[in-house]
C-alpha cells in the first residue's frame, strides 16, 4: 500500500461524516478498488513498481465492470495481471457473488409471486440497480428450481382422501402460443387430519398419457392407502385413474355438474332452477333417498327435456360416491373446491399478469412456488381439515 492508496480514505471519511449510510454505495466502490489492488499485490508477491525476486508477474491496469449488490449497482476497476500461470480474479468479488445470489433469489421470489418483469424492475431500480433485464430475472428464478424440484420428489405416505384437478395457461412453444396443462393434486391425512399439496406436473397436454405419468409418480413417491378420490371429469383422467388407482371409489365433484346440467338445459327457466334441484340431491342425508331424489329428477324433464334427463340419469350418479364417506365428511368430500379456490385461483393470482410464458420450465418454477407456500401455510394451520373419530353415517 503506498501513500496514494492511503489517501483514498480521507475522501471516504468524508462521506461518510457528511451523508452517513446513505453514501455506503458510493463509499464501498473506492474501498473495494482498494482491496482488489492490494489482493493484486499479494499475488504478484510484489508492490506497484517494486523489484523482487519473488515477483510472479505483473501488473496491468484495470478493467471496468457493473457488479449487481444488496447496496445497489456498483461500477469497478477490476485489476488485471500479465506474465503469470494462473488468472488473478479478487476473492472480494467471489464473496460478494453470496451476497449477489441472495439479491437474485429476492428477484426471484418476486417474479414467482406473480410481480411483472417491469415491475421487479422498477423495484430494483428504486434500490440501485441498473437495468434489470428479463433474461436477468429468468437466470435469477432458475436459482430456485433445486429447492422446488426436491419439493416435487419428496417422500409421501399415507393418505386417505385424494383430489385431483388441471387448469391451463399460455405457454410460447416454437413461436406459437399454446395452452399447457398444469395437473395438481391434494391429498388429506388420517395422520395429521390436514391438507398436504402432494405434487404438480405441466406438460401441453391433459391427455391420458400424462394423467397416468402424474399419478404413477405419485404412487413412486410413496404415495399409498388412497381411499376415494374426488375430481372432475376432465379428458383422459378416468382411464389413468382405472389404471393406476384401479378398485379406489371415484366421485365427480358435485359443483361442476350442476354446471354441466345448466349448460345442457333447454331454456332460462329450466336453468335456474336445476341448481336447486340437484343440491336437494346432493343434500339428501342418505344414498337410496338421493337417488330417489334423482329418479324424481330425471323423470319431470323426460318428456319435456329429453336430452337433459339422459344426460341426468347417465352423469349424477357418478356425483352420489361421496354418500360412502361418513357423514360429517361429505361436506367438504363432494367437491374439488379446497383445490379449486385455495390453489387454482392463488396460481391464477400469481399468473395473470405474466399471462404468456416463455417455456413450460418457467410455467412449472411459478406454480411450484406457489403450491410450496400454500403447503406450508396448511402444514403449520392449526385446524383440521376432516376429523376422523367422526365415523358415523
Same mark, same amino acid.
Given at each position: ?116 418483469? &417491469?415491475?421487479? #424492475? +422498477? ?8 437495468? /434489470? $433485464?428479463?433474461?436477468? !430475472?429468468?437466470?435469477? *428464478? ?47 391425512? &388420517?395422520?395429521? #387430519? +390436514? ?8 406438460? /401441453? $397436454?391433459?391427455?391420458? !398419457?400424462?394423467?397416468? *405419468? ?180
Amino acid at each position: 500500500m503506498n501513500d496514494t492508496d492511503t489517501a483514498v480514505l480521507e475522501p471516504i471519511l468524508k462521506l461518510l461524516i457528511e451523508q452517513g449510510p446513505q453514501a455506503m454505495a458510493e463509499i464501498v466502490t473506492p474501498l473495494l478498488n482498494l482491496a482488489m489492488r492490494f489482493e493484486r499485490e499479494q499475488f504478484l508477491q510484489a508492490g506497484a513498481y517494486e523489484r523482487s525476486p519473488d515477483r510472479i508477474g505483473y501488473a496491468n491496469g484495470t478493467k471496468p465492470k457493473k457488479v449487481d449488490t444488496p447496496l445497489g449497482t456498483l461500477t469497478l476497476d477490476i485489476p488485471k495481471t500479465r506474465g503469470t500461470e494462473e488468472p488473478f480474479y479478487p476473492q472480494a468479488l467471489e464473496r460478494g457473488c453470496r451476497s449477489d445470489r441472495a439479491l437474485q433469489i429476492a428477484i426471484a421470489e418476486m417474479y414467482v409471486r406473480g410481480v411483472s418483469t &417491469r415491475d421487479v #424492475e +422498477k423495484v430494483m431500480g428504486h434500490l440501485g440497480l441498473e437495468s /434489470l $433485464s428479463s433474461s436477468q !430475472v429468468s437466470r435469477a *428464478s432458475k436459482m430456485l428450481d433445486e429447492g422446488l424440484e426436491n419439493w416435487r420428489n419428496r417422500p409421501l405416505g399415507e393418505i386417505a382422501y385424494l383430489i385431483l384437478d388441471a387448469r391451463y395457461e399460455k405457454v410460447r412453444m416454437n413461436g406459437i402460443v399454446t395452452d399447457a396443462a398444469v395437473l395438481s393434486a391434494i391429498g388429506v391425512s &388420517r395422520e395429521d #387430519e +390436514k391438507r398436504h399439496l402432494l405434487g404438480v406436473s405441466v406438460k /401441453l $397436454s391433459e391427455a391420458e !398419457v400424462h394423467w397416468r *405419468s402424474f399419478l404413477q409418480t405419485l404412487v413412486e413417491r410413496g404415495l399409498r392407502g388412497v381411499e376415494y378420490i374426488v375430481s372432475d371429469d376432465h379428458a383422459g383422467l378416468k382411464a389413468a385413474r382405472k389404471a393406476v388407482f384401479g378398485g379406489t371409489p371415484w366421485h365427480r365433484c358435485q359443483y361442476h355438474l350442476a354446471q354441466n346440467a345448466i349448460h345442457h338445459a333447454p331454456n332460462q327457466k329450466v336453468k335456474k332452477e336445476i341448481g336447486g334441484e340437484l343440491r336437494q340431491i346432493w343434500n339428501a342425508r342418505t344414498l337410496a333417498l338421493a337417488e330417489q331424489e334423482l329418479n324424481q329428477l330425471v323423470e319431470k324433464y323426460r318428456t319435456t327435456a329429453p336430452k337433459l334427463a339422459q344426460w341426468l340419469e347417465d352423469n349424477v350418479p357418478e356425483g352420489l360416491t361421496v354418500f360412502q364417506l361418513p357423514r360429517k365428511h361429505r361436506v367438504r368430500m363432494r367437491t374439488s373446491n379446497a383445490i379449486e379456490r385455495a390453489v387454482q385461483q392463488e396460481i391464477k393470482r400469481r399468473t395473470v399478469k405474466i399471462r404468456i410464458f416463455p417455456n413450460v420450465e418457467s410455467l412449472l418454477r411459478v406454480v411450484t412456488a406457489v403450491l410450496v407456500e400454500i403447503d406450508e401455510k396448511w402444514s403449520v394451520a392449526r385446524d383440521r381439515y376432516i376429523i376422523w373419530d367422526a365415523e358415523e353415517v
